[in-house]
């Protein structure tokens, strides 16, 4: 990555002479160097010294201003848009300025497109319109988007032996009408992907015929972004500004579909195969694992299972566990995380360091059409992870390793996810005694209305669980001092202060909603020692924070599972959460879009 080295710079330097912009006279008797020569002669020793060797290769150029086609010949792809947040919000380049300044596509090279600032927590879709509209990959915001969806799309869909077709071309696969949204269409033998943007200050309509892609074959049609199946291969529409929608298109299956698994359910009495352990009173299995031996495991006998599995087992152990399914290993080791060849892969994961009580703790595992939620005593781990499971390790087993001991009994197992989620009953909380769990803090309290939590360096993440759960509805007011270091997480959502995406400051981080159209201010201060008033909203899984009286997250939607959803506080290092709790309730205000924020908007 060059981060600016690729333009031919000027300076005032007088030891540099005319080749770095000096005023000079022009001559025919001597050769005169320029500031574009002799950064091509830079750049060249640069790449001859990576060719040197003899491995592969690729330079990115990141130069924070514009094109200069002189230099960036000697780079492989080009990572531009970060001056965009020059603009305020609101702004949005033309197409033309799009293909010519962020696309690369003019000049013959991939580009990566990072709108940052500009698109703050706008939903993905404002940034997709433009990348997949043109062939161009897009730096995702590792706050609320998918994990490397941009790739994902294009390694799926613009791979080789795949045509691209652009929206300035005549299309012949696809029908499209529209008077200003843009159309581009990438072919593949197996499936394709149709994307539909409008880069207009209005909503704009359209009409997209995917009827002839397959000739003489019945096709199926998935809304990408809003994961939903399209009954029509007509689709009529109107975007929004600056948005766009993807359409995947393939043929429908020959083949009959795999026959219906029959249902399966287990419980207390089901029949295990145990190794390191044995089976005690009430279904309770015990497992000792000892150093330098396998893992202690034990595996669930005759049950199988295809792309929907639902298990709760309750369970307590003193270190590590493990959860094998369909070629999945999901464990707790310094964290929850997924186990995939010797790799950790955090992927999914939304609340890493939830703590286990000391007693028992009920765990469940959701897997439908091959996404899988967990809920640790209701409070959310993974969610909406997209899994690639095995059929022929479609058994189920738990397991512990070391010197770590893991007792659980089964609650259910089966191969069908019953339709109706565990609820979560309003509350309204005046008296915060008894509410609360805590984990890993040096001084803890919840009595009245206090909320204390106090971490230290040796304790780790100091975190206050509330016990109730809650849907898509919260409202918490407190007057707070609030440190540097803080979360306040909301089921997959959570509210800090850091290094975010977007800049230092404010942050969220968890799903949004793709077609969201959020906006954190990082910029809103704290108060140190303090007390002010913090108000967080959450109407619907639309998120709005206030605090001191300022506007801190607005109108950002939330990629909320249904529930239930938890809450926790968590500080780290030596500081200090110290609140007086005005409101905690599933009662959450309408809040008033049209405040204008002091600080930028």
């Not at 988007?145 to 390694?155: A, F, Q, R, Y």
Request: one cysteine or more.
């Amino acid at each position: 990555m060059s981060d600016g080295l690729s333009v031919p710079w000027g300076d005032s330097n007088p030891l540099h002479g005319e080749s770095c912009g000096a005023m000079t006279k022009l001559s025919m008797d001597r050769e005169i160097q320029s500031r574009v020569v002799k950064q091509r002669e830079f750049l060249k020793r640069i790449r001859g010294l990576f060719d040197a060797t003899g491995e592969e290769f690729c330079l990115v150029a990141h130069t924070g201003g514009g094109i200069d086609v002189n230099t960036l010949s000697f780079f492989d792809s080009y990572f531009e848009g970060e001056q965009l947040m020059r603009y305020r919000r609101g702004y949005y380049p033309g197409e033309a300025m799009f293909s010519i300044g962020y696309s690369g596509l003019a000049w013959g090279w991939r580009t990566i497109y990072w709108p940052k600032q500009l698109h703050n927590y706008d939903g993905l879709d404002t940034a997709l319109a433009y990348a997949l509209l043109f062939n161009s990959e897009y730096y995702t915001s590792d706050d609320v988007d998918p994990v490397n969806i941009d790739v994902e799309l294009l390694e799926r869909f613009a791979k080789p032996g795949n045509t691209f077709h652009p929206f300035w071309r005549k299309h012949e696969k696809i029908g499209f009408e529209s008077a200003n949204c843009y159309a581009s269409f990438y072919y593949g033998p197996d499936e394709s992907l149709a994307v539909v943007s409008n880069l207009r200050y209005g909503k704009n309509p359209y009409r997209l015929d995917l009827s002839q892609i397959y000739p003489g074959r019945e096709i199926e049609v998935y809304d990408y972004l809003r994961k939903t199946p399209v009954d029509s291969a007509v689709v009529e529409d109107t975007l929004e500004p600056f948005s766009c929608r993807l359409l995947t298109v393939r043929p429908k299956p020959a083949t009959a579909a795999a026959a219906e698994l029959p249902k399966q359910e287990a419980g207390s009495e089901a029949q295990w195969r145990i190794s390191g352990g044995s089976r005690g009173q009430d279904g309770v299995i015990a497992l000792k694992a000892v150093p330098g031996a396998p893992a202690s495991r034990a595996e669930l006998r005759n049950f199988t299972f295809g792309r929907e599995l639902s298990v709760c087992i309750e369970f307590v152990a003193d270190g590590r566990v493990g959860v094998e399914f369909g070629g999945v290993d999901f464990i707790r080791d310094n964290g929850w995380l997924f186990y995939d060849k010797g790799v950790e892969e955090l992927a999914g994961v939304v609340n890493r360091f939830a703590a286990t009580r000391d007693g028992w703790n009920r765990l469940v595992l959701t897997v439908r059409d091959g996404r899988l939620n967990v809920h640790l005593n209701n409070k959310l781990l993974v969610y909406d992870k997209k899994l690639d499971l095995k059929p022929e390790n479609n058994h189920l087993a738990f397991r512990t390793w070391h010197d770590n001991t893991l007792s659980f009994r089964l609650i259910h197992a089966r191969n069908f996810v019953a339709e109706d989620p565990a609820g979560a009953e309003g509350f309204d909380v005046a008296d915060q005694s008894r509410e609360w769990e805590f984990g890993n803090a040096a001084e803890a309290e919840a009595a009245g209305k206090r909320l204390l939590l106090r971490a230290s360096p040796e304790k780790g993440l100091a975190v206050a669980d509330f016990k109730r759960s809650f849907r898509k509805d919260l409202y918490l007011e407190m007057k707070v001092r609030l440190p540097e270091r803080f979360n306040f997480v909301m089921g997959n959502i959570t509210l800090s202060y850091g290094g975010g995406f977007p800049g230092w400051g404010w942050l969220v981080r968890g799903l949004t909603d793709p077609y969201s159209r959020g906006w954190v201010f990082q910029q809103v201060p704290l108060a140190g020692k303090e007390y002010k008033p913090l108000v967080i909203n959450l109407r619907d899984g639309v998120l709005n924070v206030l605090y001191d009286g300022k506007v801190v997250v607005k109108n950002l939607t939330a990629a909320l599972p249904e529930g239930p959803n938890s809450l926790s506080v968590q500080t780290w290092h030596d500081d200090v959460i110290d609140a007086e709790i005005v409101e905690l309730s599933t009662r959450p205000r309408r809040f008033d879009a049209k405040q204008i924020h002091p600080i930028r908007e």
